[in-house]
């Protein structure tokens, strides 16, 4: 079992940046795939980023690239996205999430939810 708490969010301006944070419990975590996703209002939940368990292994929705990067600590038990030149576009609640196998796009394939945090981009 992993339970997962993301913190970091907040109100930013645009071309602003944000590092949110992951944190996991239970002693596995390292064996679990880390993504990020995101959900704005009226809008389904979509794919921001992913992480293999090793690190080596990543992958980002293309509204993103060359913008955010997803690294992690298993030593920490803690992942992060880290924001640059964000957009009113990013305004959302950010969830991190955690599944057994390779990473995927789709939110029902993850097994393991944080709570959200949000993160407003000002104009």
């Known amino acids: 079992q992993v339970q997962l708490v993301e913190s970091g969010g907040g109100l930013v301006q645009a071309g602003g940046s944000l590092r949110l944070s992951c944190a996991a419990s239970?002693?596995?975590?390292?064996?679990?795939?880390m993504a990020w996703f995101r959900q704005a209002p009226g809008k389904e939940r979509e794919f921001v980023a992913a992480?293999?368990?090793?690190?080596?292994?990543?992958d980002y929705a293309d509204s993103v690239k060359g913008r955010f990067t997803i690294t992690r600590d298993n030593a920490k038990n803690t992942g992060y996205l880290e924001m640059n030149s964000l957009k009113p576009e990013d305004t959302a609640v950010y969830y991190c999430?955690?599944?057994?196998?390779?990473?995927?796009?789709?939110?029902?394939?993850?097994?393991?939810w944080g709570q959200g945090t949000q993160v407003t981009v000002s104009s």
């Open positions: 992480i293999g368990w090793g690190g080596g292994i990543f």
């Open positions: 999430a955690a599944r057994s196998g390779i990473y995927t796009y789709t939110p029902k394939d993850y097994n393991y």
């Open positions: 239970g002693r596995t975590f390292s064996r679990y795939t």
